[in-house]
């Protein structure tokens, strides 16, 4: 079992201030990284994959960020709305094995 | 939306019954994949398979078990349903173990 951790674990923040998280995971184990957005009441939602190490991705408001060499990614949300509110996961996907290892997320309420 | 249902979305049976979820997608996807998630814990793997008849086990596999006989659908059964299954169960699909996984909508599963 591979221990992918998220920080913070909650957080509540005002519309239009912009915001970031944290994915830490085993480096010596990397693949490739894996956010997804997942509202309350519906499905995980994939946003991006990432698997070279300084890459950076973006999607509207939302990027994010990959250091493979320290074990961490960064996800950012410029100018955050209500529709932002949500849990962001990652999910490591190792370079052994089939599976996906999932960080128990971070919890954005953004207030409007 | 990928194309995958969960049946039942919400199911309540009480202790020591047997339960099946089915998971049915029509993206003709290589790989299925049974999550629970759990207040804390996050979405952790249950079973997956990687094609008709090829299931492997995943972090949480203890009391279930799964079959696959068709691409299409992957079943997941408790064989005597104890409380601390009660949780949310996701199904997910992805055309190779590398690859973003797409969820279902979920099973909410209650056992009295």
Same mark, same amino acid.
């Given at each position: ?112 | 939306?990928?194309? &995958?249902?969960? *049946?039942?979305?919400? !199911?309540? @049976?009480?202790? %020591? ?28 793997? &249950?079973?997956? *398979?990687?094609?008709? !008849?090829? @299931?492997?086990? %995943? ?54």
């Amino acid at each position: 079992i591979l221990n992918v951790e998220q920080s913070p674990q909650s957080l509540h923040v005002q519309e239009g201030d912009s915001t970031n998280f944290t994915c830490s995971f085993p480096s010596s184990n990397f693949y490739a990284l894996h956010w997804y957005r997942w509202e309350t009441a519906k499905s995980p939602e994939a946003l991006f994959v990432m698997t070279l190490n300084g890459d950076e991705k973006k999607k509207g408001r939302i990027s994010a960020t990959l250091n493979t060499k320290e074990g961490y990614s960064y996800l950012y949300i410029k100018g955050s709305q209500p529709e932002d509110s949500a849990t962001y996961l990652c999910a490591l996907n190792p370079n052994t094995g089939n599976q996906f290892y999932f960080g128990t997320g971070t919890s954005l309420t953004v207030i409007p | 939306d990928a194309g &995958i249902t969960q *049946s039942p979305r919400h !199911k309540v @049976t009480e202790t %020591g019954t047997p339960v099946t979820l089915r998971c049915h997608q029509t993206e003709n996807h290589r790989y299925m994949y049974w999550y629970r998630q759990d207040p804390g814990h996050g979405l952790r793997l &249950i079973h997956y *398979s990687y094609g008709v !008849k090829d @299931t492997d086990k %995943g972090e949480v596999s203890d009391g279930y078990s799964v079959s696959r006989s068709k691409t299409e659908d992957f079943l997941l059964t408790l064989e005597s349903a104890t409380s601390s299954q009660t949780s949310v169960y996701f199904c997910a699909i992805s055309t190779a173990s590398t690859d973003t996984q797409y969820f279902g909508p979920g099973t909410r599963l209650t056992v009295l």
